[in-house]
């Protein structure tokens, strides 16, 4: 009987322990309705006057349909009792998620410049995507649906003061891109099959056109057009242009003739008036003898 003394000693330091334990756990994490019931009141106003950010699309969007809820991107509330909360909050990450996405903007422009510069004006998740009223990129009222794409990329690359500020060098190609032939298929005949940025520059790891890995570097731009016009790539591989080009001479690839962004369709009058220009880019002495020639000269 002498040994039970310990045992219960030991017992209730035990039970002691388990007691302190419970004391110190940690609270309950704040629900999305802890937190909607700040944010979703018309009343309430930061320390400076300004209205809170109304997450009111979240439970519509492809986040709200998965059962996120807000914590799960606002980690830093997860263990807050104190409210209001503090007004600046560790951003979201979305890479917790989507890392593969996220590595590979990280290997493109837009990170590129972002890391050279804390603050830039270059496109982060939030710009493309959205923040809380994310959609899935096949909903007609995302950002990143294949209608919507180049309003969404020309909130920066058609904003003459965020190309002016960013050091944007080519200017403004949404303009170009919305009077091109890509661009009117697009907006006035609404075919989903024309293509926008992303069928040309990649999603989300979108490159420098001098980076090799591009599509369009010059010498990748015959895949990347020919990935809709093979029938047009098949005849250029048995060019003349295409043999420079693959030997290392320079020889034209579609960009050089057609432009990047302001394409334009073949054979109407403004055309067969501008291609001898196209052509003078290179074929300068042939060009000249050309101009000055009956054919020329009419």
């Known amino acids: 009987m002498r040994a039970a003394g310990p045992v219960l000693a030991a017992l209730g330091l035990a039970l002691a322990g388990a007691r302190a334990g419970a004391a110190e756990k940690a609270p309950p994490a704040p629900t999305d309705a802890d937190c909607l019931a700040c944010h979703e009141d018309p009343s309430a106003k930061r320390a400076d006057g300004r209205p809170l950010i109304p997450p009111t699309s979240k439970a519509a969007s492809v986040h709200g349909a998965a059962g996120l809820a807000c914590i799960d991107c606002h980690a830093d509330l997860a263990r807050t009792t104190d409210f209001p909360h503090p007004a600046k909050l560790a951003p979201a990450q979305c890479a917790s998620c989507h890392a593969d996405a996220v590595a590979q903007y990280g ?50 690359h058609g904003d003459p003061e965020t190309i002016r500020r960013g050091g944007i060098t080519i200017g403004n190609v949404a303009a170009l891109f919305q009077d091109s032939i890509h661009g009117q298929a697009l907006a006035k005949s609404g075919l989903v099959v024309a293509p926008n940025c992303n069928s040309c520059h990649g999603h989300h790891d979108i490159r420098r056109a001098a980076d090799a890995a591009s599509p369009v570097f010059p010498s990748n731009v015959p895949a990347t057009c020919g990935r809709c016009h093979e029938g047009i790539r098949n005849e250029y591989d048995t060019s003349v242009h295409a043999a420079a080009a693959k030997a290392g001479r320079g020889g034209a690839v579609c960009s050089d003739c057609h432009t990047a962004h302001g394409i334009q369709a073949a054979g109407v009058p403004a055309w067969r008036l501008a291609v001898v220009r196209e052509c003078g880019t290179c074929h300068k002495e042939s060009v000249r003898t050309f101009r000055d020639g009956f054919h020329g000269q009419a």
């Open 107 to 156: 290997e493109g422009v837009h990170a590129q410049a972002l890391r050279a510069k804390p603050g830039s004006l270059a496109a982060n998740c939030a710009d493309c995507h959205g923040a809380h009223d994310i959609l899935p990129a096949k909903d007609p009222a995302s950002r990143t649906y294949h209608l919507n794409l180049v309003r969404t990329c020309g909130r920066c």
